[in-house]
C-alpha cells in the first residue's frame, strides 16, 4: 500500500537518481488507460489534435513548448517551457509513460531529448515523414526502402531535409530501441492545416466553374487526415508496438482524377475540370505540385505510391474522404483573414487564368 511517506520517498529517491545523472526507474501501466504522455510540441498543426484525443482516451498530457504560440489547449494540460536548443531543464527528474516527439527536424535536438529521457521514459515516439525516402526514384517503397543518411548536394533542400529527418529517427532507434516507434506520415491534411497546400482544393471546387486539373488522370495521390494520424500514434503507444511505420493513405490506390471527381461530389460543386496533363507546360508555370498532386518524375516518381501496410496492420485507419474535404472546407473561414487574403497557393488565380487560356489557345493551333 502506498502510504503518503513512501510516495515521497519515493519522490525523493527518483530525485537524487536525477540528480547524479542515473537513468530514472521506468513505471510500466498494467493497461493503456491512464498513460502520462509527454508531447515536445503541441501547439502547431498535429499537436492540438493530438492532445485532446489523448486526453479524450483518458490519458494524461504534458506538453514542452517554448511558449511562443497562443494556442489554446485544455486547461487540464501541463505546460512546461524550455527549448529543443540546449535548455531541457523542465524535463530533469520527470518520468511518463511515452514521449511523443513532435518538433524535430534537428538531429541535435533529438540526440539531446533521447539522451536525457532514455531512462525516465517507456516508449519514444519520433514523427518523421515519408520524405525521407526522397529521392524518390522507384515506385512501391516501404519500410525497408534505404533512407539517405549523408547530404549530397547541397542545394537540394528536399535532400537535406530527407537526411535530417533519416539521422533523426536513427538516433531514436538507437537510443530506445524495441521501445522506439517512428511514423512517417505523407502529407497531412484536414482541419487546421497549417500549411495552405490541401486548402486549395475544398475552397476552389466550391467555387466552380472553370478549373484547371493538373497532371496526368492516374497519377497517384496520398494524404492522410491528421485525426487519422493521432490515433495511430496513439494506438501504437497503447498497444506498446515499435518499429517504423508509413502511416500514407488512404487505403486504397487514389488517383488525381478520383480525388477531385469524389470531391466535387462531395461539395456538390459546379466545378468543371480542364486537364492538363503536359507536365513540361505546367512547370513552366511553376505548377509543380498541387497537393494532394506531386509532377512524377525524376526524383519525385514514386513520391505519391508509398506503401501503407505494415501501418493498417497496426492499426491505422482512415475516415471516408467525404469527411477531410467537408472539415477541412468548414474550418478555412475560421482562418485568420490576413492568411486567406493572401494564401500561399500554387495555383493562384491569376496563374489558373493565364494557364486555362493558353493551353485553350494551343489546342485551336
Not at 298 to 325: C, M, W, Y
Request: net charge neutral; proline share 6%; glycine share 10%.
Amino acid at each position: 500500500m502506498t502510504t503518503r511517506r513512501t510516495f515521497i520517498e519515493t519522490i525523493s529517491g527518483a530525485a537524487s537518481l536525477a540528480a547524479i545523472g542515473a537513468p530514472l526507474p521506468i513505471r510500466r501501466r498494467p493497461s493503456v488507460a491512464g498513460l502520462d504522455l509527454l508531447i515536445l510540441g503541441g501547439t502547431g498543426f498535429i499537436g492540438p489534435h493530438l492532445v485532446r484525443l489523448a486526453l479524450a482516451r483518458g490519458h494524461r498530457v504534458t506538453t514542452f513548448t517554448r511558449g511562443r504560440q497562443s494556442t489554446e489547449l485544455p486547461p487540464e494540460v501541463t505546460r512546461l517551457i524550455g527549448d529543443r536548443n540546449g535548455n531541457l531543464d523542465a524535463l530533469r527528474g520527470k518520468r511518463w509513460d511515452a514521449v511523443i516527439d513532435d518538433s524535430a527536424t534537428d538531429p541535435d535536438w533529438v540526440r539531446q531529448s533521447t539522451e536525457l529521457l532514455k531512462g525516465s521514459v517507456g516508449q519514444y515516439l519520433f514523427t518523421s515523414s515519408t520524405g525521407v525516402y526522397y529521392p524518390y526514384l522507384t515506385r512501391g517503397l516501404d519500410e525497408t526502402s534505404p533512407t539517405g543518411m549523408e547530404v549530397t548536394d547541397p542545394k537540394d533542400l528536399s535532400e537535406g531535409y530527407a537526411v535530417s529527418k533519416a539521422r533523426c529517427e536513427r538516433l531514436t532507434l538507437d537510443a530506445f530501441g524495441d521501445r522506439a516507434m517512428v511514423v512517417r506520415p505523407t502529407y497531412i491534411v484536414g482541419p487546421g492545416d497549417t500549411t495552405d497546400r490541401f486548402p486549395y482544393w475544398p475552397q476552389r471546387l466550391a467555387r466552380g466553374g472553370d478549373t484547371l486539373a493538373p497532371g496526368h488522370k492516374d497519377d497517384p495521390v496520398q494524404i492522410v487526415d491528421v485525426r487519422d494520424l493521432t490515433a495511430f500514434m496513439l494506438t501504437l503507444i497503447e498497444n506498446h508496438t515499435g518499429g517504423v511505420f508509413n502511416a500514407s493513405g488512404p487505403a486504397e490506390v487514389l488517383t488525381i482524377e478520383g480525388f477531385l471527381t469524389a470531391a466535387i461530389r462531395i461539395l456538390g460543386s459546379s466545378a468543371m475540370l480542364t486537364w492538363i496533363d503536359d507536365y513540361d507546360f505546367l512547370e513552366k508555370r511553376g505548377i509543380t505540385d498541387s497537393i494532394p498532386w506531386v509532377m512524377l518524375k525524376g526524383k519525385d516518381l514514386g513520391h505519391t505510391s508509398i506503401r501503407n501496410s505494415k501501418a493498417r496492420n497496426a492499426g491505422l485507419q482512415f475516415r471516408p474522404l467525404a469527411e477531410t474535404v467537408r472539415d477541412t472546407l468548414a474550418w478555412w473561414p475560421r482562418v485568420p483573414e490576413a492568411r486567406r487574403a493572401k494564401p500561399q497557393f500554387t495555383i493562384t488565380a491569376e496563374i489558373e487564368a493565364e494557364a486555362l487560356a493558353a493551353w485553350r489557345a494551343r489546342g485551336s493551333q
